[in-house]
């Protein structure tokens, strides 16, 4: 599943994107914001919970109000119910295109062909769309990369490919309702499953992973630190005792790494030389400190705002009726239909990288980071 990608210079989308009414200066991120509401555009984000949407949705946002869209920015509280009245409202306001970033990808259906009956064009933001037709256009990551990258790292890290070992490991997957979760955790299993096998990877929990759906049963459901605090703490005493150490943990996202380092440390795991490899996905604001604190080892960042340009593109070329861009027509198949996707390299972030990668960029500032 390997791709190559070229990445395309990033432009001001005030410059790329044609001005069609003026915008609104202010406002409630959960309401309709703008002009007219002729030209409005849904953007649906699962949750205020994690950062990452957070700021997902406010750049979008900014892009397309800064390109005349009027907007209608919602959160949904990670309740699907809710994300379906927001969208049945938002079809009500008579939008041009919806901007879906889904709770669950199998429970859009109905609403869905609500929009597709109105003709809105839907675009899945990150997380595909699932068991539906009505859904046009998909923008992401290579999330199968981005587990193969955590994967990656761990064997250079660990040194497997030198014979060392055995290693302890604990692997966790995200929520089973998110599409992503399954490619983050195939990405990385397909690279470690080899050393599982050969027993330079031991699991001391004895999770099972050989079956294709075994994935689900190391789930963490709604991606929630807390929920993977408490496994964590639960594989540690039932499992690490009479000295016995965990060594590596396979975390696909930083909200998991984040209750996991947690875990750690209320069981006297201090950093330093025995301190387990942790991996994370997002470079979240916390995890990148726990990074540059050596309570993380690494984050597969995903510069969100590459993300937001992309799919404001998207959106502005579906409006205009002109050629919208993919780059991936073969991969994602909801179960319905192969979704026409456009995908965006990861990149892998460590502690000596922090400033020239996130910094630099103007991801953060050294401010925020205490450096």
Same mark, same amino acid.
């Given at each position: 599943m390997s791709k190559s990608f070229r990445i395309l210079a990033s432009v001001a989308m005030a410059a790329t994107l044609a001005a069609t009414s003026a915008c609104s200066s202010t406002?409630?991120?959960?309401? +309709?914001?703008?002009?007219? +509401?002729s030209n409005l555009v849904g953007i649906a984000m699962p949750t205020r919970s994690l950062e990452r949407w957070n700021n997902d949705g406010a750049?979008?946002?900014?892009?397309? *109000?800064k390109?005349?869209?009027?907007?209608?920015?919602?959160?949904?509280?990670?309740?699907v119910d809710q994300q379906i009245t927001q969208l049945e409202n938002m079809i009500n306001q008579n939008a041009k295109v919806l901007v879906v970033a889904s709770i669950d990808g199998t429970a859009l259906g109905p609403v869905l062909e609500k929009?597709?009956?109105a003709k809105i064009k839907v675009i899945a933001y990150d997380r595909l769309i699932n068991a539906t037709p009505n859904v046009d256009y998909y923008a992401t990551f290579d999330n199968y990369l981005v587990? *193969?990258?955590?994967?990656?790292?761990?064997?250079?890290?660990?040194?497997? *490919?030198?014979g060392k070992g055995p290693f302890n490991l604990e692997p966790f997957a995200g929520s089973s309702d998110?599409?992503?979760?399954?490619?983050?955790?195939?990405?990385?299993?397909?690279?470690?499953?080899?050393?599982?096998?050969?027993g330079k990877l031991v699991i001391p929990s004895g999770k099972k992973l050989v079956g294709e759906e075994d994935w689900k049963t190391i789930s963490i459901t709604g991606w929630k630190s807390e929920t993977a605090?408490?496994?964590?703490?639960?594989?540690?005493?039932?499992?690490?005792?009479?000295?016995?150490?965990?060594?590596?943990?396979?975390?696909?996202n930083d909200s998991l790494a984040l209750g996991i380092a947690q875990s750690l440390e209320s069981k006297g795991y201090k950093p330093g030389?025995?301190?387990?490899?942790?991996?994370?996905?997002?470079?979240?604001?916390?995890? +990148?400190?726990?990074?540059?604190?050596?309570?993380?080892?690494? +984050?597969?960042?995903?510069?969100t705002r590459t993300l937001g340009d992309q799919v404001a593109k998207m959106v502005d070329a579906t409006v205009k009726g002109t050629a919208v861009e993919t780059n991936d027509d073969k991969t994602y198949n909801n179960g319905v239909k192969v979704v026409p996707a456009y995908l965006l390299p990861p990149v892998v972030v460590v502690k000596d990288d922090v400033k020239t990668k996130l910094v630099d960029s103007g991801f953060y500032t050294a401010d925020k980071l205490g450096l």
């Open positions: 406002r409630d991120s959960e309401e +309709t914001s703008g002009g007219s +509401t750049h979008l946002d900014d892009l397309l *109000k390109a005349g869209y009027t907007t209608s920015l919602q959160y949904a509280d990670n309740k929009a597709a009956n587990g *193969k990258l955590q994967g990656e790292f761990i064997v250079d890290k660990l040194g497997l *490919k030198d998110d599409n992503n979760a399954k490619f983050f955790f195939n990405g990385a299993w397909d690279v470690l499953k080899p050393y599982v096998e050969s605090q408490a496994e964590m703490d639960n594989r540690i005493n039932s499992f690490y005792t009479g000295g016995k150490k965990v060594n590596v943990v396979l975390s696909p030389a025995d301190y387990p490899l942790i991996t994370g996905q997002d470079a979240d604001l916390a995890n +990148t400190k726990n990074i540059l604190a050596d309570k993380q080892a690494m +984050t597969v960042w995903k510069d």
